[in-house]
């Protein structure tokens, strides 16, 4: 069998172990249940000196963007400005720039990302806990093994390097 044929290889390579499929595609079937349709907010937040903030989760191989699903009754910006905080101990400086509305069909066939370009300050030092494993921020050019496809393509859009995608 082929990494291709293969449902638990991912992208960068990575495999997820049957748990943690289980786990993700768990979460799947319940947002599925409980939202028309899933929405989600992501942020390329960049410090006083250029850097960009990433995550490492727990429950997903890879150094991610910060975010999360917006909740029902939870405006867009409000789902960012609670995930920025629980992921990063970050502040916005400034008004957040909608870059993109992505279809995430890797996911399920009715996941919907919204990106933004946010100016950050962190207010803390962020702690591992059972959600985030690691965290920081990095220069572009040097962005730390494990960096997701999808991240590095969306960062790349960001900075003007390569069109916006509609896909995530």
């Not at 028309?36 to 990433?54: I, N, P, S, W, Y």
Request: with cysteine; net charge negative.
């Amino acid at each position: 069998m082929t990494p291709a044929d293969d449902r638990s290889a991912r992208p960068d390579g990575e495999r997820l172990g049957w748990g943690k499929r289980f786990l993700v595609r768990l979460l799947h079937v319940y947002f599925a249940m409980s939202r028309g349709m899933t929405l989600g907010v992501r942020a390329a937040c960049f410090d006083a000196e250029g850097r960009v903030f990433l995550v490492r989760h727990t429950y997903v191989p890879g150094w991610h963007l910060p975010g999360g699903g917006v909740e029902r009754g939870e405006a867009a910006l409000e789902a960012l400005v609670k995930e920025l905080r629980e992921e990063g101990n970050l502040e916005m400086t400034g008004q957040p720039l909608l870059v993109q509305v992505y279809f995430n069909g890797r996911i399920s066939g009715r996941d919907h990302v919204l990106l933004y370009r946010v100016d950050v300050t962190q207010t803390a030092e962020r702690v591992a806990d059972r959600e985030i494993s690691e965290c920081g921020f990095f220069d572009l050019a040097s962005l730390p093994d494990g960096t997701t496809e999808a991240t590095r393509r969306r960062l790349a859009e960001v900075n003007g390097e390569t069109v916006l995608s509609t896909y995530w």
